[in-house]
């Protein structure tokens, strides 16, 4: 079933986002290489999309066996562990389109 995964960044995290990013990116490609991440990205500050200002949180979208999955999935995240994420929301998702 697909989950959304939905982060919110504590303010000024940059600088821990930039140097959690590797082992971040290697645990999405890991689901990407399994068929399983349907789509993954950060929220930029700025509406225009510019990252100079830094991000405000991310969104993955992906498929997992249950609820709990999705949550312990999110909880092994380098972002949280690096303090970069305040919050995780992670729901169930119903593709439409």
């Given at each position: 079933?697909l ?18 990013r ?11 290489d ?10 930029p ?28 999935w ?14 995780v ?7 439409v389109?």
């Amino acid at each position: 079933m697909l989950f959304s995964l939905v982060s919110q960044d504590n303010e000024n995290s940059t600088e821990r986002r930039m140097s959690a990013r590797p082992a971040h990116l290697e645990r999405l490609q890991a689901l990407s290489d399994a068929g399983r991440l349907v789509v993954a990205g950060p929220s930029p500050i700025n509406p225009n999309g510019d990252t100079d200002q830094g991000f405000s949180g991310s969104v993955v979208i992906a498929d997992f066996a249950s609820l709990e999955d999705a949550k312990t999935w999110a909880d092994g995240d380098p972002y949280v562990s690096a303090g970069v994420y305040a919050s995780v929301s992670v729901k169930p998702f119903k593709r439409v389109f």
